[in-house]
Nanobody, 125 residues
Framework: QVQLVESGGGSVQAGGSLSLSCAAS????????MGWFRQAPGKEREFVAA????????RYADSVKGRVTISRDNDKKTVALQMNSLRLEDTAVYYC??????????????????WGQGTQVTVSS
């Protein structure tokens, strides 16, 4: 089991940048895929980005591709989400998630077994 704590959320103007971080504890962190999801008010949780256990493979939602970068540091047990050129529609609670055992890469929530508490990102005009 992996325990996750997000940080780095906040308020930013459209066009600005934010960097989110997720600190993990647990023995299996370096062997599982990691992902970021988000949930805006009144909407379902949606996939943002994911990274394989080695960091060698990444995937992004079309809505953030080219603006967002996911990375991980297995020694420090952290996952980061760098977000640039933020838009109003990026406003949401962002969740860090750890893949279930054996999951190499995934983009849907059922493949992630551990979730953080979420961090709010608000983009204003």
């Amino acid at each position: 089991q992996v325990q996750l704590v997000e940080s780095g959320g906040g308020s930013v103007q459209a066009g600005g940048s934010l960097s989110l971080s997720c600190a993990a504890s647990g023995r299996t962190f370096s062997s599982v895929a990691m992902g970021w999801f988000r949930q805006a008010p009144g909407k379902e949780r949606e996939f943002v980005a994911a990274i394989s256990w080695s960091g060698g493979t990444t995937r992004y939602a079309d809505s953030v591709k080219g603006r967002v970068t996911i990375s991980r540091d297995n020694d420090k047990k952290t996952v980061a989400l760098q977000m640039n050129s933020l838009r109003l529609e990026d406003t949401a609670v962002y969740y860090c998630a750890a893949g279930r055992t054996g999951v190499i890469m995934a983009e849907t929530s059922e493949y992630f077994g551990s979730w953080g508490q979420g961090t709010q990102v608000t983009v204003s005009s």
